[in-house]
């Protein structure tokens, strides 16, 4: 099987032609009707928002395989909750304002956020097999079991070479690569080589990936469940200067160790998000509401899954305690 190639239609992708990324996916789409270079194209496509009907009226073909990433709501909420309020701790009035902004967001309320049926309903005509996968499938010890997986679903073999534990979203890998200059010489320091971030400042370079590597898998103190790749854009990187680069780019991590310290103190937890409710309960009755209809077919199809979301099944026992402030 020739290499399988992703693209990545978000919010906006469907709509807007001045968008590069909206233009790079006509090209693609023109690449996948002319089966040029790659023997299979895979598209992500971002929940149920506004123009994906019609771009897969125009582009879809029929009876393909979709793979549909899910994840427990409450914590898919309070999530985006914490990505949206701009590394500020969120309080009840920002939460209260997110959620109203989200009954408008989309097809219908929420869709664009915990839209799992809504989407489902979208791109089920397109599909002849559906597997479904939670997001705690993919992380730590899970990952190659789930791999074999969606490698059986898929036709492919799984990798043998790859690094099924390696974590690429974190809350630390999220903040690099580094960027550092050393007596005159462009250093990086990312936990991976290749490309995997939209901060790359030199996404075509890593995207080859021609770099000269200083040191792979660099082991630092102040983060040491990750192991870093250093490399420079220079030919080779003389050895005299090694211990200088090390202690820059351990003064640096640890910089990206405390930022990310940070970043996890402000974000709100699962405990305030209830206390929200408690004080609402008008959203708890509405996001239940919500809930329930989006995850009409994994219950069908997956129960186990939703047996696991243990944050969801926290909201459904505060239930009883607001019914009658309904």
């Known amino acids: ?13 469907f709509t807007t032609t001045s968008d590069p990324i909206r233009a790079q996916n006509i090209q693609v789409n023109k690449e996948l009707l002319l089966n040029e270079k790659c023997g299979a194209y895979s598209v992500t496509l971002d929940g149920n928002t506004i123009g994906k009907k019609e771009w897969l009226q125009q582009y879809a073909a029929c009876d393909m395989p979709a793979i549909i990433l899910v994840r427990d709501p409450i914590k898919t ?20 304002y997110w959620l109203e902004s989200c009954q ?12 799992f049926y809504s989407n489902y309903k979208l791109i089920e005509p397109y599909t002849n097999k559906i597997l479904y996968v939670d997001c705690q499938e993919i992380i730590r010890s899970s990952t190659r079991q789930t791999m074999e997986k969606v490698a059986d679903f898929l036709g492919f073999e ?15 890998t999220r903040l690099l690569p580094l960027e ?36 792979k898998n660099y082991k630092c103190n102040h983060i040491p469940n990750h192991e870093f790749f ?47 409710l408690c004080e609402n309960p008008h959203w708890w009755h509405k996001l239940d509401s919500v809930i329930k209809y989006e995850i009409t077919h994994i219950k069908q199809v997956r129960q186990d899954i939703v047996d696991s979301w243990l944050s969801y099944k926290a909201f459904c026992e ?7 402030t309904k």
């Open 1 to 13: 099987m020739l290499p399988m190639t992703m693209f990545a239609l978000r919010e906006g992708d």
């Open 77 to 96: 909420l309070i999530s985006v909750i914490n990505f949206v309020s701009d590394s500020n701790p969120a309080d009840f009035d920002f939460i209260n």
């Open 104 to 115: 408008f967001s989309g097809l219908s309320d929420f869709s664009t956020t915990i839209g």
């Open 158 to 172: 799984v990798p043998d070479r790859e690094n099924f534990d390696m974590q690429v979203n974190d809350s630390i």
């Open 180 to 215: 550092i200059e050393i007596s005159g010489f462009k250093i990086f320091a990312s936990a991976y080589n290749g490309r995997f971030t939209q901060r790359d400042v030199y996404p075509l370079y890593h995207a080859k990936d021609t770099r000269c590597y200083i040191a």
């Open 230 to 276: 250093i490399s420079t854009t220079a030919k080779t990187f003389p050895k005299h200067l090694e211990a200088k680069l090390y202690q820059v780019v351990d003064d640096e991590l640890a910089q990206v160790a405390n930022q990310a310290k940070s970043n996890k103190t402000k974000a709100i937890a699962v405990d305030f998000f209830f206390e929200f």
């Open 318 to 324: 505060l239930g009883p305690l607001l019914k009658q």
